[in-house]
């Protein structure tokens, strides 16, 4: 009984490393890739779409993800305009909260936002960025379907769940960075990182004017029933079809991915040795670097204005305008359609002008980082002085936000051209200390257009003299933000660089000039062999 047993057991033995060598020589189509995992059906690897590159399907996965979640984060800054209003539609609950109190709510999303940065850039960098993308939005999701309980139970509950949505949100541009260092040739980073770019601008093209229709129908609560569902759905999505790395995708072709490594010198990396693979950081070189201080300078700035109108425009329009929901959420999407329009645009002409070699990555990023600071800071102040009525103040606000959209070819993925290895720690970075304006500038945006006497004013804000009292204030806070701008353009044309830094690979050429001179941290070595980077 016992041979036949052991017999048993190796017929069955043998069967199993049989049906190993059949699944490991199986080809799929003309790609000839193996089969990563058993468990998945064979289909799964067939390319159903070959015309369709791999790369552009991350891009457009990653486009939709960020879309998802800039509606998840500014739902409640039109949602707000309703919760607060003294005669809400449907017998839906309003609050009775002061202008403090509002400016605390917009603001508590950034609290949590800032702390996430850097370990989230590290994270994607060391373990790849789907899980870590995919993950952030999918709990910023669950979180969002809860807020109206707890705005129900009390103003902290609320300030405390949208902290934790800050939170688990504040990884996905760190992660979306390092993802696009695995995936993107030097070539196309401008094209491929503004498609995905582009869809904050766009979630917030839907967010604004759904959320409005969302608060005219149905009640404010559905705002962030809607959102948060459909951050799930994307989940799932993106769970089936993003990839670390070209190496993980099953159904790219041998061509891209090929062409996707060979470009951003995956080979080279995988010729260091494992210490210089497993190797922290460079971090004195990051945090002395002035390209790095470039962007996180210009970052920081760009966002004071940028923040302080995303947070606080429907509440702008509410208080100098007098427009309802509805047109509140119309209104307030048409600046961001026009910052989609000009961010592609922009994506495409910049990688047409350095594939053809007309202009270097230094020089692009700096014209185009200046002039989405300067031109957004000029429209500004022209919305403040001149902007006394609808057509005006939209036109003009549309031109500033819109003008930003030059930005994203500009210090905003410079973080690629610098040290593509670390782009996601590199964003991480400057992330972080461009969250400060998200709670800082709706904090200050509040404080100066406040008025007592706005109290005693009807709901629909109809007194002239009280419209008028907030032009002026909100002409105050458009100044500030212009100068901010300013200050963001002048930093970056001094500081900038579209060049490789000699850290950016954790190594230093040995007879390379450098600008850092002689370092005693760094292990010399002759015949131009990489060296490593000592821990800094």
Not at 214 to 229: K, R
Not at 444 to 462: H, L, Q, T
């Amino acid at each position: 009984r016992g041979l036949r047993h052991f017999s048993a057991m190796g017929e069955a033995m043998g069967k199993a490393f049989e049906t190993e060598r059949l699944l490991n020589d199986l080809s799929l189509s003309a790609n000839k890739k193996q089969i990563p995992c058993r468990w998945m059906p064979t289909c799964w690897y067939i390319d159903c779409l070959p015309c369709v590159k791999a790369r552009y399907v991350l891009s457009f996965m990653a486009f939709l993800g960020l879309c998802n979640v800039y509606a998840l984060r500014v739902n409640l800054s039109l949602a707000i305009v309703q919760m607060t209003s003294k005669n809400p539609p449907h017998h839906q609950r309003s609050f009775d909260w002061t202008n403090a109190e509002q400016g605390w709510v917009l603001s508590s999303f950034f609290y949590g936002y800032i702390f996430t940065q850097i370990p989230g850039g590290w994270i994607a960098t060391k373990f790849g960025g789907k899980y870590v993308f995919g993950i952030g939005v999918l709990v910023t999701s669950v979180l969002t379907l809860i807020t109206p309980q707890m705005a129900y139970i009390n103003i902290w509950a609320l300030v405390a769940v949208r902290v934790v949505i800050g939170f688990f949100e504040g990884v996905t541009f760190p992660a979306s960075h390092a993802l696009f260092g695995k995936w993107a040739p030097p070539l196309e980073r401008s094209m491929m990182t503004t498609i995905a770019l582009s869809g904050p601008f766009v979630g917030n093209i839907i967010a604004f004017p759904l959320s409005g229709i969302l608060c005219e129908t149905m009640g404010w609560p559905w705002v962030f029933y809607i959102f948060g569902f459909a951050g799930i759905v994307w989940f799932v999505a993106w769970l089936l079809l993003a990839f670390n790395t070209p190496a993980d995708h099953p159904r790219i072709s041998p061509e891209e991915q090929h062409y996707i490594e060979s470009a951003i010198h995956a080979e080279l990396l995988s010729k260091q040795s494992d210490s210089s693979k497993d190797s922290p950081p460079p971090w004195k070189h990051i945090f002395t670097s002035p390209a790095v201080w470039a962007i996180v300078i210009a970052h920081l700035c760009n966002n004071w204005g940028f923040y302080t109108l995303l947070t606080c425009l429907p509440t702008f329009l509410k208080q100098t305008l007098c427009l309802n929901i509805a047109e509140n959420g119309f209104y307030s999407a048409i600046p961001y359609t026009c910052l989609a329009v000009v961010a592609f645009t922009m994506g495409q002409v910049t990688d047409v002008l350095r594939q053809r070699k007309l202009v270097s990555t230094t020089v692009v990023r700096k014209v185009n980082s200046t002039l989405g600071l300067c031109l957004p800071a000029i429209f500004l102040l022209l919305c403040g002085f001149y902007g006394s009525n609808t057509t005006w103040a939209i036109t003009f606000l549309s031109l500033s936000v819109g003008c930003v959209g030059f930005a994203v070819s500009g210090f905003n993925i410079n973080h690629l051209d610098i040290a593509p290895k670390y782009a996601g720690i590199l964003m991480g970075i400057s992330n972080m200390f461009a969250t400060i304006p998200g709670f800082v500038g709706p904090q200050v945006a509040n404080m100066i257009a406040r008025k007592p006497s706005y109290e005693s004013c009807s709901d629909d804000c109809s007194d002239p003299k009280i419209i008028n009292i907030y032009r002026e204030e909100w002409t105050m806070v458009f100044i500030i933000a212009a100068e901010v701008y300013a200050f963001g353009a002048i930093s970056y044309l001094l500081l900038a660089s579209g060049k490789k830094q000699p850290w950016a690979d954790g190594y230093i050429v040995s007879n390379s000039s450098s600008k850092f001179g002689k370092d005693p941290c760094l292990e010399r070595v002759s015949n131009d062999k990489p060296t490593k980077l000592v821990n800094t």
